[in-house]
């Protein structure tokens, strides 16, 4: 299931895996990882522009890189990573012209709507999928400062609705930002 909502695969294997890694079940974890790959190495041109529907709390492209960082070689997730997300910017990191611009954040219009207040948690799994995916790449990979800089600024946006002003994203944002602030499945 390729969508931003609760049963999006990718996500859901994301986390599979993180449990069977921390639990060293190697069983789970080759299950996890042959799925992903069966379902997801041959994908190409994932369409960011498609992002965001209007109750996204997951990017479908996001999410899917997000795994396969965890499955795949360096070497392999570098290459997949070009033919799936070609439209990430490219820029030294000593640069510091990186942008937003590929994947601006989101905004939701009405944080007290229930579906609208999803955008605020998409821009928090979309700064800890951002750092996972660059913590991912090789130190001299010229995508590393565009993921970083787009992580940063998700990262700003989700934290600051985090404020339980509305039962629609207090009830559940702080979970979001805990996985983005202790960096969980972020291999150290």
Same mark, same amino acid.
């Given at each position: 299931m390729?969508?931003?909502?609760?049963?999006?695969t990718?996500?859901?294997?994301?986390?599979?895996?993180?449990?069977?890694r921390?639990?060293?079940n190697?069983?789970?974890?080759?299950?996890?990882?042959?799925?992903?790959?069966k379902?997801?190495?041959?994908?190409?041109?994932?369409?960011?522009?498609?992002?965001?529907?209007?109750?996204?709390?997951?990017?479908?492209?996001l999410?899917?890189?997000d795994?396969?960082r965890?499955?795949?070689?360096?070497?392999?997730?570098v290459?997949?990573l070009?033919?799936f997300?070609?439209?990430?910017?490219?820029?030294?990191?000593?640069?510091e012209?990186?942008t937003?611009?590929?994947?601006?954040?989101?905004?939701?219009p009405?944080?007290s709507?229930?579906? *609208? $207040?999803?955008?605020? &948690?998409l821009?928090?799994?979309?700064?800890?999928? #951002?750092?996972?995916? /660059?913590?991912?790449l090789?130190?001299?990979?010229l995508?590393?400062?565009?993921l970083?800089?787009a992580a940063?600024?998700?990262?700003?946006?989700? *934290? $600051?609705a985090?404020? &339980?002003?509305h039962?629609?994203?207090?009830?559940? #944002?702080?979970s979001? /930002?805990?996985?983005?602030?202790t960096?969980?499945?972020v291999?150290?």
């Amino acid at each position: 299931m390729r969508v931003g909502e609760h049963d999006q695969t990718a996500f859901g294997l994301g986390l599979i895996l993180d449990y069977a890694r921390s639990t060293k079940n190697d069983s789970l974890a080759r299950l996890v990882t042959d799925s992903a790959r069966k379902f997801f190495l041959s994908d190409r041109g994932c369409p960011l522009n498609y992002e965001p529907s209007g109750e996204d709390f997951f990017s479908p492209c996001l999410a899917e890189a997000d795994v396969m960082r965890r499955v795949l070689s360096q070497e392999e997730f570098v290459k997949w990573l070009k033919d799936f997300l070609p439209q990430i910017p490219t820029t030294p990191r000593d640069n510091e012209a990186a942008t937003t611009n590929w994947l601006p954040v989101t905004v939701s219009p009405d944080p007290s709507d229930p579906k *609208l $207040a999803h955008l605020d &948690g998409l821009n928090l799994s979309r700064a800890w999928m #951002l750092e996972g995916i /660059a913590s991912a790449l090789p130190p001299d990979d010229l995508r590393w400062n565009a993921l970083s800089t787009a992580a940063e600024e998700h990262r700003r946006a989700g *934290l $600051a609705a985090v404020t &339980g002003a509305h039962y629609e994203g207090g009830h559940w #944002l702080g979970s979001f /930002a805990v996985y983005l602030t202790t960096r969980r499945g972020v291999q150290k």
